[in-house]
């Protein structure tokens, strides 16, 4: 069987670290980009509760199939973005 990706392209299967039961991030199954981060990605976004909580689109559908309704999926704005990075329409997730 093969993995492909969201856009129906065949990528490799990344086995998250061993003796981590964290969800690996995507920093650590596609790599980073330097310079870039998470907050200038097209695929950051927030949601405000009771502030705001920003969550990535693609972390989501890949380790959260169920939904990111935990802190264990929310990311961080200055963290370094990952291999999947694309330019953000306004910058600022």
């Excluded at 920003?54 to 704005?77: N, Q, T, V």
């Amino acid at each position: 069987m093969k993995n492909l990706d969201f856009f129906g392209n065949e990528v490799e299967v990344v086995d998250p670290p061993k003796g981590r039961k964290k969800t690996p991030k995507m920093q650590e199954m596609f790599g980073t980009v330097p310079g870039r981060t998470c907050g200038e990605c097209a695929h950051c976004y927030g949601f405000e509760a009771n502030r705001v909580w920003y969550k990535c689109e693609l972390w989501l559908k890949l380790c959260f199939p169920h939904g990111g309704h935990s802190k264990a999926s929310d990311i961080r704005l200055k963290w370094q973005a990952c291999g999947k990075f694309e330019e953000g329409s306004d910058g600022d997730g």
